[in-house]
Every structure is written in structure tokens, then in C-alpha cells.
Nanobody, 131 residues
């Protein structure tokens, strides 16, 4: 069974750091290597926002609000995806979801994740940043 499971969320003060992890189980390593993977976030009552992606060729994209503060990375051999978040701000508070889908190449961008639907998303992990 294919599954994406996030962990690493929590509560921090503004300026603090968190690292989110996403474990992709049920995928062959070669298949995972060819996937567009990334993170998006959602706050109740607001629209989802794509945060960061890594394409199968290693190309990385960030939404403007997190550039210079967040770092996305992947470990294909372990089928893991990470999001290192530094200098967190209260407006970063949200449920963070990882997403993965095969292919897309250079079209792998944060906004693309929002079009895939729940079959390609994890359940999410809560991040709360206090002022």
C-alpha cells in the first residue's frame, strides 16, 4: 500500500527551527527517484499554499515567502523527504502536507502539488509558531 506519512511538526517561538520529515512507503526506490515531491501547507479558512518541491532531476523551487528560510531535500535510497524550516514566523503556522507523484520534470513546482488531490498527499503535521 502506497502511503505518505509526515512527522516533525510541533510548537516553537518565532525565530525558531523545525525539520519536517515525510516517509514514502510502498514505493519502489527507482519509482520514488522519478517522482516530483514537495510540501504544501494549509491553515483553516485559507487556501492551500505550495511551499517547496524537488523534481526528479533535483531541481528545487520555493514559494517566495519561504526563500532563504526553508530548505527542501530528499533521500531517494531511503524514500524520505525533508523540509528544514529556520527563522520561523507566526504566519508559517499551518498543517504541512507532503506530496508525491511520478514524473513532471521541470514542471515540478509548488503550485502543481495542489492539483493532485488526496491520493497523492499525506495527512499532514501541525506547525505552530508563536510570537
Amino acid at each position: 500500500q502506497v502511503q505518505l506519512v509526515e512527522s516533525g511538526g510541533g510548537s516553537v517561538q518565532a525565530g525558531g527551527s523545525l525539520r519536517l520529515n515525510c516517509s514514502a512507503s510502498g514505493y519502489d526506490v527507482n519509482f520514488f527517484t522519478g517522482m516530483c515531491v514537495g510540501w504544501f501547507r494549509q491553515t483553516p479558512g485559507t487556501e492551500r499554499e505550495g511551499v517547496a518541491t524537488i523534481a526528479d532531476d533535483g531541481g528545487i523551487s520555493y514559494t517566495d515567502s519561504v526563500k532563504g528560510r526553508f530548505t527542501i531535500s530528499r533521500d531517494n535510497a531511503k524514500r524520505l523527504l525533508y523540509l528544514e524550516m529556520n527563522n520561523l514566523k507566526p504566519e508559517d503556522s499551518a498543517v504541512y502536507h507532503c506530496a508525491a507523484r511520478y514524473g513532471y520534470g521541470s514542471a515540478c513546482k509548488p503550485t502543481l502539488l495542489l492539483d493532485w488531490g488526496k491520493n497523492y498527499w499525506g495527512q499532514g503535521t501541525q506547525v505552530t509558531v508563536s510570537a
